[in-house]
């Protein structure tokens, strides 16, 4: 994280992302912390470019699909408990 006078930098990996999700952080709770946290320019901005009605995030699109692409493969592959058998004899394998 760097600070200068009202602007603050932060690097968001996948890495820091998955230990948040590890301590019980959601991906909503993320995008909400972030969208919340912005800089007040940067929604006033987003939201004179938008058209009425709409609800823009000041939050950049591709920031907003890989958090929520990141939570999504913590369910993509799930580990199975397996026996593998080996026979000994070929009569074995038969009976």
Same mark, same amino acid.
């Given at each position: 994280?760097?600070r200068?006078p /009202?602007?603050?930098?932060?690097m !968001?990996t996948r #890495?820091?992302v998955?230990?948040?999700f590890h301590? @019980?952080?959601q991906a909503r709770?993320?995008?909400?912390f972030l969208?919340?946290?912005?800089?007040?320019?940067l929604?006033? /901005? /987003?939201a004179?470019?938008a058209?009425? @009605?709409?609800v823009?995030?000041?939050?950049?699109? /591709?920031?907003? #699909?890989q958090?929520?692409?990141? #939570?999504? =493969?913590? @369910?993509?592959?799930? !580990?199975?408990?397996?026996f593998?058998?080996?026979?000994? !004899?070929? @009569?074995?394998f =038969?009976?």
């Open positions: 994280i760097r200068l /009202n602007v603050v930098f932060l !968001m #890495d820091s998955k230990a948040a301590l @019980g952080i709770q993320i995008l909400r969208e919340k946290h912005a800089h007040p320019k929604r006033v /901005n /987003n004179t470019g058209l009425p @009605g709409t823009v995030s000041p939050i950049p699109s /591709n920031v907003i #699909d958090v929520w692409l990141w #939570d999504r =493969e913590r @369910g993509r592959v799930q !580990m199975t408990l397996v593998q058998h080996q026979c000994l !004899m070929e @009569g074995e =038969e009976a």
